[in-house]
């Protein structure tokens, strides 16, 4: 309980402060608040750096208390963090290269399991035939089914390994 009235008390204080700081601002000024992350995970604001917090990001209100543009003004001031922004065009091609990448693997795998069981179809024996230029069947003898099953486990191993459907 009186953990949740100091949260209350600073996060008044803190509206207050900002609300008192913006108005003594004529209109060609910003403000910069530090934003960072306490020892004990807890938000911390301040007008000065901290010395050893986490995340510590520096913010910039305008004159009429709006935040600027993150990308323009403000950014974040811990060097271990980057800039990985990207634009709507970056994420559009992104997803796209994603979504084409994804395609690939599904028609990779169905060319895997179609492989699979043509060479189950030829392991299985009995008569195999296959249709030749006219539509008419053309049956196969022992050479031919051993050649087709060997040009089958090499389309395999070649192809679908790493997959296991």
Same mark, same amino acid.
């Given at each position: 309980m009186a953990?949740a009235?100091?949260?209350a008390t600073?996060a008044?204080?803190l509206?207050s402060t900002?609300c008192?700081l913006?108005?003594?601002m004529d209109?060609?000024?910003a403000?910069?608040?530090?934003k960072?992350i306490?020892?004990? $995970? +807890?938000?911390k604001?301040?007008?000065h &750096?901290p =010395?050893?917090?986490?995340?510590?990001e520096?913010? /910039?209100? *305008?004159?009429?208390?709006r935040?600027n543009?993150? $990308? +323009?003004?403000?950014?974040?001031?811990? &060097?271990? =963090?980057?800039?990985?922004?990207?634009?709507a065009e /970056?994420q *559009?091609?992104?997803a796209?290269?994603?979504?084409i990448? +994804?395609?690939?693997a599904?028609?990779n &795998?169905q060319?895997?399991?179609?492989?699979?069981?043509?060479?189950?179809n030829l392991?299985v024996?009995?008569?195999i035939?296959?249709?030749?230029?006219?539509?008419k069947?053309?049956?196969l003898?022992?050479r031919?089914i051993?050649?087709?099953?060997?040009r089958?486990?090499?389309a395999?191993d070649?192809?679908?390994?790493?997959?296991t459907?």
């Amino acid at each position: 309980m009186a953990y949740a009235f100091k949260i209350a008390t600073a996060a008044k204080w803190l509206t207050s402060t900002t609300c008192m700081l913006m108005l003594s601002m004529d209109a060609s000024q910003a403000i910069q608040v530090y934003k960072s992350i306490g020892a004990y $995970g +807890e938000v911390k604001y301040s007008q000065h &750096a901290p =010395q050893n917090g986490k995340n510590v990001e520096l913010i /910039e209100f *305008r004159s009429d208390g709006r935040q600027n543009n993150a $990308g +323009e003004m403000a950014g974040k001031t811990d &060097a271990s =963090q980057s800039n990985n922004t990207q634009t709507a065009e /970056e994420q *559009r091609v992104a997803a796209l290269e994603a979504r084409i990448k +994804e395609q690939e693997a599904q028609a990779n &795998a169905q060319r895997c399991q179609s492989l699979r069981n043509n060479l189950t179809n030829l392991n299985v024996g009995g008569r195999i035939y296959e249709m030749d230029a006219n539509g008419k069947r053309q049956y196969l003898d022992g050479r031919e089914i051993e050649l087709k099953r060997e040009r089958v486990q090499q389309a395999i191993d070649q192809y679908c390994s790493g997959s296991t459907t």
